[in-house]
């Protein structure tokens, strides 16, 4: 494998500033955490290439470049509560760890929620709580949320995740059908919903009681 550190800059220039990324705080996030953790062994050499990889169970860690855009389009800020739905290999939570003040971040495969845990608690990032279950109720227990992220396609906005979001929170969400998605960004104003989409894209199912059905 070539060297992490050099990787990850070439990664944030080749893929991400190249296209337009702009956050300074999300572009350190990106050359601080070593995406290579969150891949299995024979996919390391390709952790930072540009294109999902696969963590097993038909999922797959996104594309660095779709990280980026969701996090810079959350807008974290350093005292901010986050909610992912699809922990996933964690990496997106990693990412997020490094830019707001708590991460709460749910996943429905029981086994990749414990392998996420592992590599999070190996890397000492300790303000990020890991949950097990169905993220399409979002997680009423801990809300709410400055922002919510959810990193798997649903058919349509989980109504739940909009009651969880503080006022002026952001939902960043693709939704769309099973092949391609719209990415939007859901705000919660004092006056209601304001909506906006940030292009197309192409995620895994969101599989729960208010998403696809298995
Ligand atoms: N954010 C992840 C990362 O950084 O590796 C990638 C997420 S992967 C594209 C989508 C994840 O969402 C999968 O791990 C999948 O099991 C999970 N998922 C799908 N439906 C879910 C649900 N209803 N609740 C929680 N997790 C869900």
């Given at each position: 494998?070539?060297?992490?550190?050099?990787?990850?800059?070439?990664?944030?220039?080749e893929q991400l500033v190249s296209r337009?990324?702009?956050d300074q705080r999300v572009l350190s996030a990106f050359l601080e955490v070593p995406r290579h953790k969150f891949v299995e062994e024979y996919l390391k050499y390709k952790a930072y290439d540009d294109y999902p990889l696969s963590i097993g169970y038909g999922q797959t860690i996104s594309q660095p470049y779709m990280v980026a855009l969701m996090t810079e389009a959350l807008a974290p800020s350093p005292q901010d509560?986050?909610?992912?739905?699809?922990?996933?290999?964690?990496?997106?939570?990693?990412?997020?760890?490094?830019?707001?003040s708590t991460v709460y971040s749910i996943e429905r495969v029981s086994t990749l929620a414990s392998r996420a845990r592992k590599t999070l608690d190996e890397l000492g990032y300790f303000n990020i709580h890991t949950r097990i279950g169905d993220g399409t109720f979002g997680l009423p227990q801990d809300a709410p949320y400055d922002g919510i992220i959810v990193t798997a396609g649903a058919p349509h906005v989980p109504e739940a995740l909009i009651g969880q979001l503080k006022e002026d929170g952001r939902l960043v969400i693709?939704?769309?059908?099973?092949?391609?998605?719209?990415?939007?960004?859901?705000?919660?104003?004092?006056?209601?919903?304001?909506?906006?989409?940030?292009?197309?894209?192409?995620?895994?199912?969101?599989?729960?009681?208010n998403g696809w059905q298995e």
């Open positions: 494998m070539r060297d992490p550190v050099l990787a990850r800059r070439t990664m944030v220039e337009g990324i702009k509560k986050i909610l992912e739905i699809g922990t996933g290999s964690g990496y997106q939570a990693a990412i997020l760890s490094r830019l707001c693709p939704v769309g059908d099973q092949s391609i998605q719209d990415l939007k960004r859901i705000i919660r104003t004092k006056d209601g919903i304001r909506e906006e989409s940030l292009g197309g894209c192409r995620f895994v199912r969101l599989i729960g009681k």
